[in-house]
């Protein structure tokens, strides 16, 4: 599964471009969104294995995009990205079978081991 | 009072003694004035020297008699039944004299007629010389009449002897008269004489009576007079006495109790005055002592709520504070955190590039340049995550545990920092604690922060005591204290706040205290911290047996 698709969504450019090319430079198929309002198209268009979302993105909930995710990428394992994890935010996310969630700053190790468990699950799924 | 009454009863035994011996005093005064009536009569007798003056006198000495027979007693007391018997003697004397003297004037006046007659008798029968001496001798005569002295009787003794050649019996009669009749003068002369010793014997009993009565009452009434005088002085002792007394047991006892009411008043509520007895001061006093007694209560409890209410004021005051910092660091942290993570991604990136590439001059100093970012990034990692984590939102998850074994596990944990800087650790854990129902992980978080921060604070070879003990059936007292420096007075106020540290730059985050407290806050326990500079730091931690819940941390 070293060719998993991923894509980011983070409005934060900067960190979501540099994450975007370290896994690439790791050999996965990543991309980068920065645009809440762009990012259900596009995910509907690669259809990414793996989605890494910023639950705090601006104009929008983290957990309404979650659910147009899901609904546009069906079957994706979504790994939320927060520097601010509010707990009820992290409930719901769970709720709502978010895979995982990882705090930034991130340690890249352990966002590739979170990575590789959840295409493991996707791939078990299909 | 009693006392007052007893001299009161003699005084008034003395007056009625006197009133009663006031009649004798009456009668004695009577017996003066019939005595003086009596001389009156004895003076009319004596000058009149009649019958009807005779019986006067007689009538006068019966009623004088009759007075003293009246006060014989009283008499006899006065002056002895001796002389009661003189005087009754001197009376009887006196009227004897009396008699005598009336017998006297009798004669008197039967010889001054005869010797009148006879005068007037003779005298036609004798002529010339003896005529003439006859004259004289009547002249004599009335001389004698008149003067009734020696030298007259003398004078008419001698001109009749001149006439004795004159042979007459008429003559010798006419002279045997007037001898008789010197005779009777001379007689009453000396009964006059006696009589008036009698008299001045009777007037002198009858006043020595009167004097005596008179001295007896003046006594009385002195004695009355003095005894009146001791229940006056009597009556006053008592009236002081009572008057002591009604001071003692009503006057004095209010002054106490009025003392006390100022004192009650200006908060003090100490020695509470104790009146005995049943009567209404003693009622009040109690009653008061009861009123004091409450307000003491009420007082002691508005100042305990009053403290407690600053207390609480000022723990609140301190949790607000604690509470702001805290939404400031967090908010702080996540702003810092995004950039952070932007650092984070471009480090790695570089680091993630030059790993790839082909050595080049420099390639290594690089690698350890972006090695030096992300041990910086950690750090602010550390300190991002832990305020983010800690400060807001962890969860709790409530197991149950033994405290003492967690606080094993700590040590346990740290055991590598505490052998190599020598450090002994006392553990005095009671064995009678309950089972804890709490987040175990977070407590030990706790006692980590407290533990790794007393081994930092102490110096090599230094002793951290760690004690457990039952507060009571809710709480469980940890004590953590090390012989360290203490902590400065003027830095205890700020050891909970963010980011204060006390340490070297770098060594710590300044956040271990004050995520202790939080997470203290959170499970509803304590902490306290008491420090003397130079003895060393405890920390005191209040520990729920259940949690509490918290509602301000609630989500």
């Known amino acids: 599964m070293s060719q998993a698709r991923i894509l980011i969504v983070d409005d934060e450019k900067e960190f979501a471009a540099a994450l975007a090319e370290r896994l690439c430079l790791r050999g996965y198929d990543a991309t980068a969104m920065f645009s809440p309002e762009d990012a259900p198209a596009l995910a509907k268009e690669i259809q990414p294995d793996v989605i890494l979302l910023d639950l705090k993105l601006p104009g929008v909930s983290g957990i309404e995009m979650l659910m147009t995710m899901r609904e546009f990428v069906p079957g994706v394992e979504i790994i939320l990205l927060t520097g601010h994890m509010d707990l009820a935010q992290r409930i719901q996310g769970m709720r709502l079978d978010a895979f995982d969630y990882i705090m930034k700053p991130i340690q890249i190790a352990d966002l590739i081991e979170k990575i590789e468990k959840a295409g493991r699950i996707r791939d078990r799924k299909e | 009072m009693i006392l007052a009454l007893i001299p009161s009863l003699f005084a008034y035994r003395e007056m009625s003694t006197v009133r009663k011996r ?114 004289v001798l009547r002249r004599d005569e009335k001389n004698l009449i008149i003067y009734r002295d020696a030298n007259a009787i003398e004078r008419f003794r001698n001109v009749f002897t001149s006439l004795r050649s004159v042979n007459s019996p008429e003559l010798t009669r006419y002279a045997a008269a007037a001898e008789k009749l010197y005779l009777l003068y001379y007689a009453e002369k000396s009964h006059d004489a006696e009589m008036r010793k009698y008299a001045a014997d009777i007037q002198a009993f009858a006043e020595s009576v009167l004097q005596g009565e008179r001295e007896d009452i003046d006594n009385l009434l002195t004695t009355s007079m003095y005894l009146l005088l001791v229940s006056l002085i009597t009556i006053l002792a008592t009236g002081i006495i009572i008057n002591t007394r009604l001071a003692r047991s009503i006057v004095r006892p209010i002054r106490v109790l009025e003392k006390f009411t100022q004192r009650v008043a200006t908060g003090d509520f100490s020695d509470p005055p104790v009146i005995e007895g049943s009567n209404e001061i003693a009622a009040l006093s109690t009653a008061l002592n009861q009123m004091a007694s409450r307000l003491k209560d009420t007082v002691h409890s508005l100042e305990l709520a009053i403290r407690n209410l600053h207390d609480k004021q000022g723990q609140l005051v301190e949790a607000e504070k604690l509470a702001s910092l805290g939404r400031i660091a967090a908010g702080v942290a996540h702003e810092i955190n995004n950039p952070l993570a932007i650092i984070n991604e471009k480090a790695g990136l570089m680091q993630d590039i030059l790993q790839l590439s082909e050595d080049f001059p420099h390639k290594a100093k690089f690698l350890e340049q972006i090695d030096g970012i992300f041990n910086s990034i950690n750090r602010c990692r550390t300190i991002t995550h832990r305020l983010l984590g800690f400060a807001r939102r962890v969860e709790v998850t409530i197991e149950p545990f033994e405290l003492n074994e967690a606080i094993h596990e700590t040590v346990t944990f740290l055991q590598n920092d505490i052998a190599s800087k020598l450090v002994r650790i006392d553990l005095n854990l009671s064995g009678d604690l309950p089972e804890i129902r709490s987040d175990k992980i977070q407590m030990e978080q706790v006692f980590l922060n407290l533990i790794k921060n007393a081994v930092d604070a102490v110096a090599e070879g230094g002793i951290i005591s760690i004690s457990t003990s039952r507060s009571d059936d809710r709480f469980v007292l940890v004590s953590i204290s090390d012989n360290g420096p203490g902590i400065p007075e003027e830095m205890i106020p700020h050891i909970f706040e963010p980011f204060f540290t006390t340490k070297e730059r770098g060594k710590g985050t300044g956040l271990g205290l004050f995520v202790s407290h939080a997470i203290l806050k959170k499970l509803g326990g304590k902490i306290q911290v008491q420090s003397e500079p130079g003895r060393g730091t405890t920390f005191l931690i209040d520990i729920p047996v259940r949690i509490l819940p918290d509602k301000e941390a609630s989500p």
Not at chain 2, 34 to 58: A, G, T, Y
Not at chain 2, 71 to 95: F, K
Request: charged letters at 30%; zero cysteines.
């Open chain 2, 22 to 135: 006031l009649k004798p005093v009456e009668i004695a005064s009577d017996l003066t004035n019939v005595f003086i009536e009596v001389r009156r009569q004895e003076k009319n007798f004596l000058l009149l020297k009649d019958q009807d003056s005779l019986q006067q006198l007689r009538k006068q000495i019966g009623m004088l008699k009759g007075n003293i027979d009246d006060i014989e007693a009283d008499i006899i007391g006065e002056i002895g039944s001796e002389n009661y018997t003189a005087l009754r003697q001197a009376i009887i004397e006196y009227e004897r004299i009396v008699q005598q003297l009336a017998d006297n004037f009798v004669l008197q006046h039967a010889s001054l007629n005869e010797l009148t007659r006879l005068g007037r008798d003779i005298e036609p029968q004798l002529s010339g010389d003896d005529l003439r001496t006859f004259l």
